[in-house]
């Protein structure tokens, strides 16, 4: 009984619910003040490595990022951006996660191995020509599921990762998981080139389907 | 000579700048500023007075060459003749310190790595005594909830909250990888801890006073975190 009336419940549900799409569009501004400021920070110091030990693979070596890319002026100002902002960033991918969770909206989204994998390999097949029909989807394709949790998987390493090089004393086990301080702050610009591509992807993939735009502003039609 | 940032951006920055030292009642930079507060009580929750900062292998140290050395006068401080660092504020014995007096004290030696606000980190090796040693010499008071650190190098000061000052890792430092400071990584005293970023540790000391009111900082005063803890 209690399943079929859960079955029912997700049945009444719109495409995209309310919380989701919620979460959505406050997530937009937060990343781009969260993105802005922190190369703003980096462009203090845009080199990679401890000193007197800078990395040889990095190519931008001492490259600030252009300055239409900073938010926030200059250093402090940056920093108190990126250091307030991040609250909540981290406020609303809780309350997102918690509602993917105990709503059972996380089944149809997450990307599962053993469910997903061949389709996300033949949606990966049609998107290079290989394959002259997309494979069946199931509200999304695998290679869907895989994006978006990527993206989850990116946003949660952005944050330990940023923890690690805010607090290396007072959270050096957070630093240490990393491989230290310079370690962790490859991981977390990293983590923003990982957010940027999947943005940019995200964005092409919208502008081919435009109609996902008004679900996600809507929420869609129900069940 | 180097700083943490040029002239040019500092003018840049000036409107958030006057926003954040509270002056501007503007909405967002009033939320700003709250937000410094409400991660400042974050900070301090998180601290530990007993946590030591992880010290390095020695593999890690920082060639000293490359081991960057600001300060805000045009060329490298160098201490008058006649240095003394002078301890006040509330206390019950005022104090004067040689350098030699202090060497003599009981020797702390760390090796720690060091974190800029601008984002490198280096390692070195630190020699020097135990500001809460001096605290405890000079009888520090009760009420005495700040420190305020005092410099030759154009009036460059500091303050800090007494919890990191009393930290066993926050010393007054005469050595520097096994040799006396040089001049310019703040000879003959600097004041060392792994616990703040780097512009809290104020090079080229003549004064510690003990205060019951922190009393802002060079960068501080200029709208960089006045906590900075790390």
Same mark, same amino acid.
């Given at each position: 009984m209690g399943s079929s009336t859960a079955e029912n419940r997700r049945k009444e549900r719109r495409a995209q619910p309310a919380a989701i799409r919620l979460a959505h569009w406050?997530?937009?501004?937060?990343? /781009?003040?969260m993105a802005g400021s922190g190369l703003q920070i980096l462009a203090a110091y845009p080199a990679l490595g401890p000193r007197g030990a800078q990395y040889g693979w990095y190519p931008f070596q001492n490259d600030a990022p252009p300055s239409w890319l900073r938010i926030g002026g200059w250093l402090a100002g940056a920093r108190?951006?990126?250091?307030?902002?991040?609250?909540?960033?981290?406020?609303?991918?809780?309350?997102?996660?918690? %509602?993917? /969770?105990?709503?059972?909206?996380?089944?149809?989204r997450i990307f599962i191995p053993r469910r997903d994998t061949a389709n996300a390999l033949a949606m990966l097949g049609y998107y290079l020509r290989v394959r002259k029909t997309p494979p069946p989807e199931d509200f999304y394709n695998g290679a869907q599921r895989l994006a %978006?949790?990527?993206?989850?998987?990116?946003?949660?390493? /952005?944050?330990?990762?940023?923890?690690?090089?805010?607090?290396? /004393?007072?959270? %050096?086990w957070i630093t240490a998981a990393f491989g230290g301080y310079d370690v962790a702050r490859v991981v977390h610009l990293s983590c923003l080139v990982l957010l940027a591509l999947f943005t940019a992807m995200h964005l092409m993939l919208v502008a081919l389907h435009p109609r996902t735009i008004v679900t996600m502003l809507t929420g869609g039609q129900r069940g | 000579m180097a700083s943490l940032i040029t002239r040019r951006k500092l003018l840049?920055?000036?409107?958030a700048t006057t926003a954040l030292a509270g002056c501007d009642s503007r909405p967002a930079s009033m939320f700003?500023?709250?937000?410094?507060? $409400?991660?400042?009580?974050?900070?301090?929750?998180?601290?530990?007075?007993?946590?030591?900062?992880?010290?390095?292998?020695?593999?890690?140290?920082?060639?000293?060459?490359?081991?960057?050395?600001?300060? !805000?006068?045009?060329? !490298?401080?160098?201490?008058?003749?006649n240095w003394m660092l002078m301890v006040g504020g509330l206390v019950?014995?005022?104090?004067?310190?040689?350098?030699?007096?202090l060497k003599r004290m009981p020797q702390t030696s760390m090796r720690i790595r060091h974190h800029c606000v601008e984002g490198w980190s280096a390692v070195a090796e630190w020699q020097g005594v135990q500001l809460r040693e001096i605290a405890r010499m000079v009888g520090a008071s009760r009420d005495a909830q700040y420190v305020e650190f005092r410099s030759f190098d154009a009036g460059y000061f500091s303050s800090w909250d007494i919890e990191s000052s009393l930290h066993p890792q926050t010393i007054l430092a005469y050595g520097m990888n096994g040799h006396a400071l040089y001049p310019d990584h703040g000879a003959p005293l600097r004041l060392y801890s792994p616990v703040k970023l780097g512009y809290k540790n104020v090079k080229y000391l003549t004064e510690v006073n003990f205060l019951p009111h922190?009393?802002?900082?060079? $960068?501080?005063?200029?709208?960089?975190? $006045?906590?900075?803890?790390?």
């Open positions: 406050i997530n937009i501004p937060l990343l /781009v003040i108190h951006l990126h250091f307030a902002i991040a609250w909540f960033l981290i406020l609303n991918a809780a309350i997102y996660l918690i %509602y993917l /969770v105990a709503s059972g909206e996380w089944r149809r %978006y949790t990527s993206a989850i998987l990116f946003g949660v390493v /952005v944050v330990l990762s940023g923890l690690a090089i805010y607090k290396p /004393v007072q959270l %050096y | 840049l920055g000036l409107a700003l500023a709250g937000m410094e507060r $409400w991660n400042e009580r974050v900070d301090r929750l998180l601290f530990s007075p007993t946590r030591l900062a992880p010290q390095p292998p020695s593999s890690e140290l920082t060639p000293e060459a490359a081991f960057p050395s600001y300060f !805000i006068s045009d060329t !490298i401080p160098f201490a008058p003749d019950t014995r005022p104090s004067v310190f040689s350098l030699e007096q922190r009393s802002g900082g060079y $960068w501080e005063d200029q709208g960089y975190d $006045w906590y900075a803890g790390v």
